[in-house]
């Protein structure tokens, strides 16, 4: 994707040059990302980790509610923690490790992208991660070995709460981070374009797991039915062996994965 300097609105273009002044360090570290992910993840459940503990105390949500089972604080303090520990113990030392052969002698681009482009290559980067994750998640489900050493950590909780997003195994917390920071130099994006697709990709994993059909969630916003969303994927926390996507639904309507109430009950694990 090419950065064409006379394309760059006004809007994005003192933003970048802003990064490039004062704020270089996050083009060139590679603990940057991790810092960008982790913190949309804490940033993001907070408020529907309160709609939680709050409960019938809080107007409107416990309508949208779509499982009974409300989490108290210990399984959040679980999860937070794994989230924490995993990071610790697994991510830092990846993030150290790509430090040890990361080249930051490589200028970043001057120019920002356009809206079009930074939009593009989000929605690009978002499709190849949903067909990455989709491939990697039938194949975690249907080997009953594979699922029981790395995925079935994930499914601990068939009433899925927004903490449990990062309910995950090293392998597969490893997995998805290579994925997020791998498909933006492959499909090379603009850094701030990978950024952007960063934290799209936290905020619609957490979407995914809040056990809310809000009125204004993105599956509703989105047209066609194209964006799974919260329903699509409470209900594989619930019948594990259908949408597999992790944020759209073509995949699965064509590879026949999809939810049906002919597939309801079709549990293996
Ligand atoms: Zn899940
Ligand atoms: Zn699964």
Not at 26 to 51: D, E, T
């Amino acid at each position: 994707m090419g950065h064409n300097s006379t394309l760059s609105p006004p809007a994005l273009q003192p933003l970048w040059d802003h990064v490039l002044l004062q704020q270089r360090w996050a083009v060139q570290s590679p603990a940057f990302p991790v810092l960008l992910s982790l913190s949309g993840y804490l940033a993001f459940c907070l408020p529907f980790a309160a709609a939680d503990l709050l409960g019938p105390r809080l107007p409107g949500f416990p309508r949208w509610k779509m499982q009974r089972w409300r989490p108290g604080p210990r399984p959040m303090a679980r999860c937070l923690g794994r989230a924490l520990s995993n990071h610790l113990l697994f991510v830092l030392p990846a993030v150290g490790l790509k430090g040890w052969w990361w080249d930051p002698s490589a200028p970043p681009p001057a120019a920002a992208p356009t809206l079009c482009q930074l939009l593009a290559g989000v929605l690009s980067c978002l499709l190849v991660f949903d067909l990455q994750y989709y491939i990697w998640h039938v194949v975690h489900h249907w080997n009953r070995r594979l699922y029981r050493a790395v995925h079935a950590t994930h499914h601990r909780y068939a009433a899925p709460f927004s903490w449990a997003t990062q309910q995950l195994g090293p392998w597969e917390l490893l997995t998805v981070g290579f994925w997020s920071s791998t498909t933006p130099l492959l499909l090379k994006v603009h850094p701030l374009t990978s950024w952007v697709f960063m934290v799209s990709s936290v905020w619609l994993s957490v979407e995914d797991h809040i056990g809310y059909d809000l009125p204004w969630g993105l599956h509703r916003l989105v047209p066609g039915g194209l964006v799974g969303g919260s329903p699509a994927h409470d209900l594989h926390h619930r019948d594990p062996n259908t949408n597999f996507a992790p944020f759209f639904t073509h995949l699965d309507r064509a590879f026949g994965t999809a939810y049906s109430h002919q597939t309801q009950g079709s549990l293996q694990w």
